[in-house]
């Protein structure tokens, strides 16, 4: 099992541009969460996935889009990206269970946005 | 509103001293909590959870960490610090967004450096 995998590892994006980071989990879990990491912030949640067909806002959405392709697959999209967006951006999965799902994260993606 | 503090942004130990990192939670109701640590370059991995029972959980790597409700506290120790320990440690609550929904929240984090 892969676990959490997510691509690029590495973007160098110019202000104004767009993109799309990928994560996918093997884990057959329902919910799926998008990160941001900055200093000193901790991880802070952007949106997550419930389940597929579904999503909603976490703390710190503006800026971002995502869509739950499917079970396996959810995507985060910056339509045009901002020096802000800079950030380390992690995936997660979990089996919700009334609060006590441990969430699994993959290895994140670094973004730097000039 | 639920939040997680880690006071500590920064320590620094000698190889084989004990280690304690600390974690405060603010939750209405039963917490539960999270332990996860980051190597530099690398994602966030489970030390250990605590969801109710003995109030003393062990984890992973040699780490332990002590539930006390009484001081909304979750401190993570270790006896003997090893090098490879070195890292960023996070603290976290799980909180009921929905029925079929949890999420985390996160304290900012400690960074360990460790001495030889």
Redesign the interface.
């Known amino acids: 099992n892969a676990g959490?995998t997510q691509t690029p590892k590495f973007q160098v994006l110019k202000t104004g541009q767009s993109m799309t980071l990928q994560c996918a989990q093997d884990m057959n879990h329902?919910?799926m969460?998008w990160y941001r990491q900055d200093p000193?912030?901790?991880?802070?949640?952007i949106y997550?996935s419930?389940?597929e067909g579904t999503t909603?806002k976490?703390e710190v959405p503006n800026g971002y889009n995502v869509s739950r392709l499917n079970k396996r697959e959810f995507s985060l999209r910056l339509e045009s990206a901002a020096p802000s967006q800079t950030s380390v951006y992690?995936c997660?999965s979990?089996e919700?269970?009334?609060?006590?799902?441990?969430?699994?994260?993959?290895?994140?993606t670094r973004l730097t946005v000039t | 509103a639920q939040s997680v503090t880690q006071p500590d942004i920064h320590i620094t130990v000698s190889e084989g001293a004990s280690l304690e990192l600390r974690c405060n939670y603010s939750y209405g109701a039963t917490p539960y909590l999270f332990w996860y640590v980051q190597s530099p370059g690398q994602g966030l991995q489970l030390l250990l959870k605590y969801f109710s029972g003995d109030t003393l959980v062990q984890g992973i790597k040699g780490f332990e960490a002590e539930f006390k409700r009484s001081q909304s506290s979750f401190n993570l120790r270790k006896p003997s610090v090893h090098w490879s320990d070195a890292a960023e440690y996070f603290c976290a609550v799980g909180a009921i967004v929905s029925y079929n929904t949890d999420k985390l929240i996160f304290g900012t984090g400690t960074r360990l450096q460790v001495f030889p």
């Open positions: 959490v329902n919910s969460y000193g912030m901790g991880l802070r949640l997550y419930a389940s909603d976490g992690f997660a979990s919700p269970g009334q609060g006590t799902g441990e969430q699994y994260f993959g290895p994140g």
